[in-house]
């Protein structure tokens, strides 16, 4: 331990936004050769910190040494200079412009493109990226502006390398093969810190572990030494249960009939290919699949914001009648008596609007009730209250504007909003994306619930092993077409995975 | 049939002020900036330029030397700084106050001309005439000298009719092209206006971008009316005179899809249109023809923003962060 050079090491760094205080009092080092990583439950400052050392934001208080010398870091040119690069979670590139030319922004001299295509090329063959330095930003993957970013960072001569929930869009795949980038770049003496909420991710990848609770530095521990259930514990402070529950489903019934639903995007690619599916009360139908498979597109359809070219989707009520959703829009269906409730992958942009406050998010639900011209704002204001006491969404007062909340605490509203209806279908999708692990396992247990109460859950997840855990049945799609539907409780990960790449899940000929 | 060695002067003419306007403006909302503030600082370019000259002119009628340099001189530095004024003001409300731009853009509209039309009113007393205009003919004389006179060959009056300001925008409208497509200053400018926080995380001062290219897009567009006054309307002010230019301007920047080279050509074309009334005959019973007439610069804007939004090409887009204000530590 003695011989490892330190590349960081924050002092008493204390940041604070107006009243609320992201960081207080942190000391961190990060080492030379390292890859060490950031825990901690969202809102807990691992960004806020790591922004302080990209020159993003300025501490308030505290030291910062670079290997071993007091800087001041003023502004990212300041950070670039001391070979400090971070790739941030919401990518920060300019759709219009090439890979290239995002490589070199901001970087002095003469304007030379073909010697920048040379050097990154030199840059990809040494850690094995794959980039096109002429395409367009807007033409890639997420997978690809990642790398573009990462190449960003090592083409200005950053040794001192930070990641800010890097994996959080990737297919496995992709994971992996970032995992092994880092792990050469590594090996080549570069420090590394990477912010994760995905625990295997951390086991599989880090050195060590550093954790952040509420602003403060709680302390660290080497991997290899440590538990995921040891990890989880001092992040959250206490004593927390690893394990999803799965209740056996109460007197099912079919609630929601998918007959051979066939849906072309507006470009007219077909993202949904004769899907077929039942989903019933009291049980959470899983959907697996690759990103872009249909998931959105299937969700959509049944809330009503999706025109489908064929097939049908029926309601069966608890009588057993029929009611066709297809070519209805929302509104239409709500008329019908059908509580439908939805929990869009976009959360800013569909479920909630960020410049409203919560009562006002509230009231999208209600807004149209009520005889008189004026609205009801009592009862969204008191529904407010409830959602932010019982999920104890972390929030200065329910007139603060949603954007200005963290992720985590976003979701819980957005649920917290349409549970209150008390739907008969509930469709999420990726209701955890971005949260850290107590939250996601405050919503797991919040759609649980919703299950127990005979609920239809559509739950559209990108994590297999919580897929598994959770869903009753789970519906593999495979670009567009129903690649099968299997039982939760028999499965496993390896089948649910080859399913997802192949229609029917054969071995794959390679 | 129109008489086009006649009509495409004119229509230059028309045009050169329609250049300045749209390439100033093409560069201020590169930076993400949109200055809808464009015809006010028009009419501040012409008016500062009409102040400058007016008392020169009236100190060599008290007997001070007429110097030529001074002549073009003391306009186009009062013209450069009355617009950078504009653009500093602009700047400071919306970068570094964070104003709304378009609300901000609409009152310095308002402002420049109303500040225009009460100077240039306070002038016309001062002069003491009897018409409602100043003319600054000695100054007017100078800033429309042709290279050559007046009875040359279909090709002199074509391409070598013009004052030196005619030509100066053609130049600052192919440099501010290869500028903006070909150097790193203009790589970091196309940078800020579509992701400021991209460009901030890169090392590129947001801020010193936007308010230099911003100032320049004012002091550039300021030339627009100068030219306008002393050369077109040969040296004539009269309160209002300068018209609707301004918006026909920021009309051309999204005609041009954010490309002054193609301004160049454009704004020739948009100033041919907006005198094309006057070389059709309609005759006297039919003078609401002329108004149809006025509006096909419009009328072709109108056309050109819905094929490049049906299009939807991404490089034809606005700048993305277009009409945003930027603070890095916003939550």
């Known amino acids: ?510 | 049939m129109i008489d086009l060695v006649a009509f495409i002067p004119r229509a230059v003419g028309q045009g050169i002020p329609l250049l300045y306007g749209s390439t100033g403006e093409i560069i201020t909302q590169k930076s993400g900036n949109l200055n809808l503030g464009i015809p006010g600082v028009m009419y501040v370019g012409a008016i500062s330029g009409v102040i400058g000259s007016f008392f020169y002119e009236q100190a060599i009628r008290n007997g001070a030397t007429e110097s030529g340099f001074l002549m073009i001189a003391i306009p186009m530095l009062c013209s450069l700084l009355g617009s950078l004024l504009m653009g500093l003001l602009y700047s400071f409300l919306t970068i570094t106050l964070r104003a709304n731009q378009n609300v901000t853009g609409l009152a310095m509209t308002t402002f420049g001309v109303g500040f225009g039309n009460f100077f240039g009113g306070s002038l016309i007393k001062l002069s003491g005439l009897d018409v409602p205009s100043i003319a600054l003919t000695k100054t007017s004389t100078y800033f429309s000298k042709t290279i050559v006179s007046g009875d040359s060959n279909w090709f002199g009056k074509i391409f070598l009719s013009y004052g030196f300001l005619a030509y100066l925008a053609i130049v600052i409208a192919l440099v501010a092209s290869f500028v903006l497509k070909r150097t790193r200053v203009g790589l970091h400018l196309r940078a800020v206006g579509e992701s400021p926080t991209t460009a901030d995380a890169a090392g590129i001062s947001v801020t010193k971008y936007k308010y230099v290219a911003t100032c320049l897009g004012c002091m550039i567009a300021g030339l627009g009316g100068l030219y306008y006054i002393m050369d077109y309307a040969c040296g004539v002010w009269s309160n209002d005179g300068f018209g609707d230019r301004g918006w026909l301007a920021i009309a051309l920047v999204i005609f041009t899809i954010w490309r002054p080279n193609v301004s160049v050509l454009a704004s020739i074309l948009f100033g041919g249109l907006y005198i094309l009334y006057l070389y059709i005959p309609t005759g006297m019973d039919h003078m609401e023809y002329k108004e149809i007439y006025k509006m096909i610069p419009y009328i072709v804007t109108l056309v050109v923003l819905v094929i490049t939004s049906m299009r939807n090409k991404r490089e034809n887009q606005p700048p993305a962060s277009l009409g945003l204000s930027y603070f890095r530590e916003e939550r």
């Open chain 1, 1 to 510: 331990m003695d011989k490892k050079q330190a590349a960081v090491s924050l002092r008493n760094v204390t940041k604070t936004f107006g009243s609320v205080v992201a960081n207080s009092k942190v000391n961190l080092d990060i080492y030379k050769g390292e890859i060490l990583a950031l825990l901690g439950e969202n809102g807990s400052g691992k960004t806020t910190l790591m922004n302080m050392l990209s020159g993003i934001y300025f501490p308030d208080e505290g030291q910062i040494f670079i290997n071993g010398k007091e800087e001041v870091i003023r502004s990212p040119r300041d950070a670039y200079s001391l070979g400090i690069g971070m790739v941030h979670q919401h990518f920060k590139l300019v759709d219009v412009l090439t890979a290239a030319e995002n490589i070199i922004l901001g970087m002095e001299g003469k304007l030379n493109l073909k010697a920048a295509t040379a050097k990154i090329a030199d840059i990809c063959n040494r850690y094995g990226f794959e980039v096109d330095p002429n395409r367009k930003i807007y033409d890639m993957s997420v997978s690809e502006k990642q790398t573009v970013e990462i190449v960003k960072v090592l083409y200005r001569g950053a040794d001192i390398l930070i990641l800010d929930e890097p994996t959080a869009v990737l297919t496995p795949q992709e994971t992996e093969k970032l995992f092994n980038v880092l792990r050469n770049m590594r090996d080549d003496g570069k420090a590394i810190v990477i912010i994760t909420h995905k625990m295997h991710e951390v086991e599989s990848l880090s050195d060590r572990v550093a954790v952040l609770r509420r602003g403060e530095y709680v302390g660290d521990m080497i991997t290899a030494d440590t538990t995921a259930q040891e990890m989880t514990d001092m992040m959250v402070g206490h004593s927390v249960t690893l394990n999803i529950e799965r209740p056996d489903p109460v007197n099912p019934k079919p609630r929601i009939e998918v007959k051979n639903l066939t849906v072309r995007n507006e470009d007219g690619i077909v993202k949904l290919d004769d899907v077929s599916f039942t989903a019933n009360s009291g049980e959470i139908l899983g959907i697996a699949g690759i990103s872009g498979c249909g998931q959105k597109e299937l969700l959509e359809a049944i809330a009503g914001l999706q025109p489908a070219e064929a097939g049908s989707i029926s309601y069966i009520d608890d009588n057993g009648e029929h009611d066709e959703l297809l070519g209805k829009d929302p509104l239409k269906i709500a008329a019908m008596g059908v509580t439908l409730s939805f929990v869009p992958e976009d959360r800013l942009g569909m479920g909630l609007v960020g410049n409203m406050d919560l009562t006002d998010n509230m009231m999208l639900r209600s807004f149209r009730r009520g005889k008189t011209v004026f609205t009801d704002r009592k009862a969204p204001k008191h529904l407010a209250e409830d959602v932010v006491r019982d999920l104890e969404v972390v929030t200065p007062g329910i007139t603060t504007p949603v954007r200005r909340l963290s992720g985590g605490n976003v979701q819980k509203v957005l649920v917290g909003r349409e549970i209150a209806s008390a739907p008969t279908v509930l469709l999420t999708a990726y209701a955890v994306r971005g949260l850290d692990i107590n939250s996601s396992y405050t919503i797991y247990d919040l759609i649980n619930q919703q299950k127990k109460a005979g609920v239809a859950v559509v739950f559209v997840g990108e994590d297999l092993d919580v897929l598994l855990e959770i869903s009753d049945k789970i519906l593999v799609l495979c670009g567009g077409k129903v690649s099968g539907i299997v039982d939760g409780r028999t499965t496993d990960k390896n089948t649910v995975g080859m399913m997802m790449t192949r229609v029917g899940g054969g071995k794959l000929s390679d």
